[in-house]
């Protein structure tokens, strides 16, 4: 993210803060029950957080040099926030892999509705029109209609596996399923990235007085290389910390949920929603400090990311943790995500979700209140679903 809300040191007191709960927790709070859970989830959180501000702010200063464009800039900071998520995910996912699975496909539903919710947010036109920034009317829209293909695809699958499977083999996603998939998402996602940097890291025109400005770098002092580097590991090293943390946390968490009778989609709704929640930052220091662009890029990247960048990783890491044994198979064909109501729905609900986003941006690059009420509305709905029948 640009601009002055990474020239403090709010970074470092979230992450001193953090890692003192964290140790609090784990040596002074003996009982694994909801005090040690909730201590563990805040500081593992709140590292999380520090290690995002961390990439951040040095992908930030590697975008100032290179003269990125603020959207082209929030968007390759949206791409590095994820790298603290992910490894807060692979805990989740080596504690309890089908339900860390469930959690990372269900991110795509809360990240589209706070999509929906921010473009409320945005500044409008005399006609109630919120004009959005070019490259993602041009480009992220193209992602839309790509993500709920895969979706719909997937659940599709899905469903004809468990359909016609018989009673003596598990229906499951194996090994080689989760490689394939993650290895052909992962592809596009590359595509996109270069695009994005090749058409729109230069500064465009605005196609009317009341579009969203993409605001170029000023020339503000770079920083060095050796900064960014620092500022790279040292967030690296703090997120493996705060995703251990968060891991623990969604481990005791699942099972007092189960417990308490409570449903198991919602303990998924609930982890991803501290699995977004660092984008939700992000959203919100950008659009208060008037850097749409930016707001946008991440708010629209916390949906796009999900199904080429986070779903496809969290495939490979599954697929890798099995294989090393660090979670059992299913069975002997190395099954690793049983394909089951839940799994399921998580999947082919998320197709709905991306064709009324894309439709309500890709028509005339605006949205107005009326695709802002469907697209909410829609969002909250699927999850409501998820959780209240899943």
């Known amino acids: 993210m640009s601009g002055g809300s990474h020239e403090g040191k709010q970074w470092l007191w979230l992450l001193i803060g953090g890692l003192v709960l964290i140790a609090i927790a784990t040596f002074l709070i003996e009982s694994h029950g909801w005090l040690k859970a909730i201590v563990l989830g805040v500081g593992g959180l709140v590292v999380v957080f520090a290690s995002s501000e961390m990439m951040i702010k040095a992908v930030d200063g ?4 290179k003269k990125m464009n603020s959207f082209v800039a929030g968007t390759m900071a949206g791409l590095s926030s994820n790298i ?73 699958v899905m469903l004809m596996m468990k359909a016609f499977s018989t009673g003596e083999v598990t229906a499951a996603l194996s090994t080689t399923d989760l490689y394939v998939f993650g290895g052909i998402l992962l592809g596009i996602q590359a595509v996109a ?25 000023t020339n503000e002092k770079l920083m060095s290389i050796g900064a960014i580097l620092a500022f790279s590991l040292a967030g690296l090293v703090a997120s493996v910390i705060g995703g251990h943390s968060v891991g623990e946390f969604a481990g005791i968490l699942v099972h007092k949920l189960e417990v308490a009778g409570y449903s198991e989609m919602f303990g998924a709704v609930i982890l991803s ?46 697929a890798v943790f099995t294989q090393t044994g660090v979670i059992p198979a299913l069975d002997a064909s190395n099954g690793v995500i049983p394909i089951d109501i839940h799994t399921t729905s998580a999947i082919l609900l998320a197709f709905p ?3 009324i986003l894309w439709k309500a941006v890709q028509d005339d690059g605006k949205v107005n209140w009326l695709e802002t009420s469907t697209m909410v509305a829609i969002f909250l709905l699927v999850i409501y679903l998820l959780v209240a029948h899943g």
Not at 62 to 65: I, L
Not at 300 to 316: D, R
């Open 84 to 156: 603290p998520e992910l490894v807060m995910l692979g805990f989740v996912l080596m504690a309890t892999p089908r339900v860390g699975f469930i959690v990372t496909v269900l991110t795509l539903h809360v990240g589209a509705a706070a999509f929906g919710m921010y473009c409320g947010t945005l500044p409008r036109d005399v006609e109630g029109n919120a004009h959005l920034p070019k490259p993602l009317v041009n480009l992220s829209t193209d992602l839309y209609a790509a993500a709920a293909g895969v979706f719909f695809s997937l659940g599709a």
């Open 62 to 65: 590697y975008a100032k040099r």
């Open 193 to 217: 990235i270069s695009r994005l940097v090749s058409r729109f890291s230069k500064e465009h025109k605005p196609e009317s007085e009341n579009d969203v400005p993409v605001e170029l770098a």
């Open 273 to 318: 929603v501290f699995a977004s929640a660092g984008a939700f930052v992000m959203i919100g220091t950008a659009h208060v400090q008037q850097k749409y662009s930016i707001a946008m890029a991440n708010a629209s990247g916390a949906i796009t990311q999900v199904p080429f960048l986070v779903l496809p990783i969290a495939m490979i890491m599954l």
């Open 353 to 355: 979700s991306m064709l």
